[in-house]
């Protein structure tokens, strides 16, 4: 296997056991139960293309644009996708570009990434995707949940941990792939980029970091024409990621109406 079928099998593999773990539980929640069939039925190929149009886009728009302070000599050892709370609806990663990393090292599972690293010239906190996967476990915000749990710790339940690393296996399975899809088809030539790249992922100060790509200096770069068609191609769909939304949007209120 190649460094990313790596990643993939890790993923795959670490999704897997928390899954029969989560079944091993006699006393969970059905609370927990009932977010189990909502990951379930989440349409996660919509979802894959609302992220892939996001990601073409930002990288255009914001990843590689000089307009908006990008200084293209600056070579990026990663690109950090970064989500913060996610127990409620249309949450969104940020992204920051990596041009400083001591001790860089490559890494096809979950590690600590420390803070000796430093970000390339306004890549910081800049739209990256959306991952509103998590959208069903608003239910557990204390602001949402039933009103047996109000007063009570629902992290401490049976089957919290394993719920919430469900969602966010799965979620990452699927960004994932896409990433990978994105790169086959020459999408991030553009990024000026080391060899052994990575796109990773984490929530904020959680210490638990992901790869989701690792991605080798290749030579040649984008032609002009090449550019412009990047360019063309923006301009042509900034309305895709907002259709797609609204689309998704109509699909869950749809779903939601008939539960």
Do not use: C
């Not at 908006?68 to 970064?82: K, T, V």
């Not at 609806?89 to 860089?104: C, L, M, R």
């Amino acid at each position: 296997m190649n460094k990313n079928e790596i990643i993939k099998y890790n993923l795959e593999k670490r999704l897997t056991q928390t899954l029969d773990s989560f079944n091993a539980l006699s006393n969970k929640e059905p609370i927990f139960q009932k977010l189990l069939a909502e990951l379930n039925s989440f349409d996660f190929e919509i979802y894959k293309k609302l992220i892939e149009e996001e990601i073409k886009i930002n990288l255009i728009e914001w990843w590689t644009n000089t307009k908006r302070g990008i200084i293209p000599s600056e070579e990026l050892y990663a690109i950090l996708f970064e989500y913060d709370y996610f127990l409620q609806k249309g949450v969104e990663a940020t992204s920051y570009g990596i041009g400083e990393w001591k001790d860089y090292k490559v890494h096809t599972d979950e590690f600590d990434m420390g803070f000796d690293y430093d970000f390339t010239t306004e890549f910081y906190a800049s739209p990256g995707m959306s991952v509103n996967f998590f959208d069903p476990l608003q239910i557990l915000d204390h602001n949402e949940i039933e009103e047996k749990y109000k007063d009570v710790d629902i992290e401490e339940f049976s089957g919290y941990e394993e719920i919430i690393q469900l969602f966010k296996v799965k979620g990452m399975i699927a960004i994932h792939e896409v990433i990978v899809k994105l790169d086959k088809e020459g999408v991030f030539e553009k990024l000026n980029f080391k060899d052994n790249f990575m796109f990773i992922i984490d929530e904020h100060d959680s210490g638990e970091v992901y790869p989701l790509l690792i991605k080798s200096k290749k030579e040649g770069s984008f032609s002009k024409n090449e550019i412009l068609n990047q360019h063309q191609y923006l301009e042509e769909n900034k309305t895709i990621v907002h259709q797609t939304k609204k689309w998704w949007q109509i699909w869950k209120n749809t779903t939601s109406n008939t539960a």
